[in-house]
């Protein structure tokens, strides 16, 4: 459990766990009290928001169940619900949720869901025009957001970055915490492009903002690999994940000492990270897949190990990122042109990313099509000329 402190963040947190105690005490003594038992499920998953750690995830969808076996089907539970099992790739139990509950779907946060849903399953357009609709009609800073990630995605940058910097307006006071999210957003923008001090500038915003935030840290350290200053990098990733165990931050970790030459650190730390990958699908868990795609394709380069579990997630989310990943891990497998296939479908989804065209051209030059591995490379370079640097799979 993180421990709160005095900054924004540990501020934060604190007022949770203390509501999060006062509810559990209060339905000790009158546990069947349905509307404590949904606003505790509502504060356990606000912890794990706060938190990223798995289990208080887990503690909040334990805490959903146990109350709809007492309210049943109720609106603000059933999109509880949506939200918990979106954040863990599980889109039929997503679209079980809202359609439990059919007046979800009418609302405006069903609404952008199912935008979500439809741009996660690959109906590009689909999702656009309902972000669009959603922001005509329900203009919030996270509708803005949403749309602002689209345009990102298809190479729409200076769209992007107004889309967010509307969405700020839309911001209260009290809202710093996602003011701080949307400022990382606008990094990750400027970081995607090489462009280091800019990124530097919205994390060091996002901070005076909301202070003491693990996930700015993690975007810090990351930021600080790419400009090639390892050791401080590792240091503010070690910070981070033990704040944080999370299996991503520990391969990301590994990574960073392989890039060192320390190999038994990276191999601590990789070890860790698959542990908890692999137990989380043994638990039934897919959130994981995607990552399990790329620790094998690029930390183990294990090709068949990357493979199956590419064709497993494919089955899950049927989007660009997902093609892209099952292309490389083909590539890896030295299954050139089935690799070439899959990078075909991806590219025709018109995102615009530069690690995705770095990928796309040395797959096509394995398969043999010169002129477009060529052309895609340069692109990639295009778009940002320091690819080869580190850089963390979200």
Known sequence: MLTAVATDFGRELERTEKDI???????SAIPQDVEKGTRLAYRLYHRACLTGILSDFGAAAAAVDDVAKRAGHQEDLCLLKANLYFKFHRLPDVKLALHQAPALL??????????????????????????????????????????????FKMGQVAEADDLY???????????????????????LLQLSRGRYEDALAHYRRAESGYSGYWLIDEHVAELLGAQGKYAE?????????????????QQALGELYQLMEEPDKADKWHSQALETYLRSVDEGGVHYWHHLVDFFADVREDGAAAVAWARKDLTLRDNFATQAALAWALWRHDQFTEAAAFMDRSLASGVVDARLFQSAGTIYLSAGQVDKGERLLRQAREINPHLDRFHVHR
């Open 106 to 151: 009418r609302r405006p946060e069903g609404k952008v869901l199912q935008a979500d849903i439809d741009f996660q399953e690959g109906r590009y357009q689909e999702a656009r025009a309902a972000y669009e609709q959603a922001i005509d009609e329900d203009r919030t800073w996270d509708n803005l957001a949403r749309l602002a990630h689209f345009q």
């Open 21 to 27: 105690t006062d509810l559990r005490t209060s339905l």
């Open 233 to 249: 990098a590792a240091a503010l990733y070690e910070h981070v994940v033990a704040r944080v165990p999370k299996p991503e931050l």
């Open 165 to 187: 910097v509307q969405a700020e307006d839309e911001l209260t006071a009290k809202e710093m915490r996602s003011y701080a999210w949307v400022e990382l957003q606008r990094g």
